[in-house]
């Protein structure tokens, strides 16, 4: 059967990458993954951030074919105002530890690299056996601090987007492709 794909609304400009797309890319990075992680004994740990992160992790996760287990972090960033760029507050840890683990953080986008750069700093700081990254979208133009990301989905320009987890005041998650949008307010 096949579903009704979401019209566009009046606030959505254009889909930026649409579905099969995005179902295509998710199997690549999955092949990635299970390539280099073939070898593991202990199952990696992949560690989504909500709420982002959720359908780019469930796609990619059910495409692996290596040991895996799934949890997940929950964080507030500060504001974009000039205050404290870069803090990032935790509000749900993991359940599992990650020390002497292979840790996969998964992340909807990369902007200004900020959360990315604090939660691998923290993350190392309990001696996991490594920690890559995985993120679903970049906005390479955004960039304030570098950090390394090993499975990466698209670049995009420097638009906000929605859709596939991303949202818009909570809006929009749950559209199946990813669309440019225009805030009103
Ligand atoms: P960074 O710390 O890299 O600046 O922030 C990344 C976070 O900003 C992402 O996890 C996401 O929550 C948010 N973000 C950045 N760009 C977009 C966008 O275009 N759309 C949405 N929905 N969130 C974005
Ligand atoms: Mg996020």
Do not use: C
């Not at 649409?18 to 992949?46: F, H, M, Q, W």
């Not at 964080?75 to 507050?89: A, W």
């Not at 989905?153 to 440019?180: C, H, M, N, Q, S």
Request: hydrophobic content about 40%; proline content about 5%; charged content about 30%.
């Amino acid at each position: 059967m096949q579903l009704a794909i979401p019209p566009l609304t009046e606030d959505l400009k254009r889909v930026l990458i649409d579905a099969d797309t995005i179902r295509s890319r998710v199997d690549e990075l999955a092949a990635e993954i299970n390539r280099d992680y073939k070898d593991i004994t202990e199952p990696l740990v992949i560690v989504g951030v909500l709420k982002g992160s959720v359908f780019f992790l469930t796609d990619l996760a059910r495409k692996l074919r290596i040991p895996h287990i799934i949890d997940f972090i929950a964080i507030s960033s500060y504001g974009k105002n000039g205050d404290k760029r870069g803090e990032v507050r935790f509000l749900m840890d993991t359940r599992e530890s990650i020390t002497d683990r292979h840790v996969l953080i998964v992340e909807d986008i990369l902007d200004s690299g900020h959360t990315l750069a604090y939660l691998t700093q923290n993350f190392e700081a309990r001696h996991p056996l490594s920690v890559k990254k995985a993120v679903f979208l970049d906005k390479p133009a955004r960039h304030e601090v570098e950090t390394e990301i090993h499975y990466k989905g698209f670049d995009i320009p420097d638009v906000w987007v929605v859709g596939y987890g991303l949202d818009y005041k909570e809006e929009y998650r749950t559209l199946p492709y990813i669309a440019e949008m225009i805030p009103k307010n």
